[in-house]
């Protein structure tokens, strides 16, 4: 079982930035991709952005694009949310997740618990 720890929420003024981190443990050696997505109260949560493991072709919401920027360390089995530019409307729970090879398209396997972000004029 894949284990996913999330840090670097926080609250913060907006125009600011924050990095998230998650850090994956357990059998990682399936993982095709990994996530981070958001829940806001009352809404639905929303894929922020994605990336495959050999990190090419990154994915972007387009409520983020230019803002945010996804990597990861594969030495670490980390991957990161870099947000820049944060607005009121990012606030939201923030969560990782991971793909294993084989799954179906857009099927995630594996969470974290999740951070908060919470974003203040």
């Known amino acids: 079982q894949v284990q996913l720890v999330e840090s670097g929420g926080g609250l913060v003024q907006a125009g600011g930035s924050l990095r998230l981190s998650c850090a994956a443990s357990g059998p990682t050696f399936s993982t095709v991709r990994m996530a981070w997505f958001r829940q806001a109260p009352g809404k639905e949560r929303e894929l922020v952005a994605s990336i495959r493991w050999s990190g090419v072709v990154p994915y972007y919401a387009d409520s983020v694009k230019g803002r945010f920027t996804i990597s990861r360390d594969n030495a670490k089995n980390t991957a990161y949310l870099q947000m820049n530019s944060l607005k009121l409307e990012d606030t939201a729970v923030y969560y990782c997740?991971?793909?294993?090879?084989?799954?179906?398209?857009?099927?995630?396997?594996?969470w974290g618990q999740g951070t908060q972000v919470t974003v203040s004029s």
């Open positions: 997740a991971v793909q294993n090879s084989g799954s179906s398209p857009g099927t995630y396997n594996y």
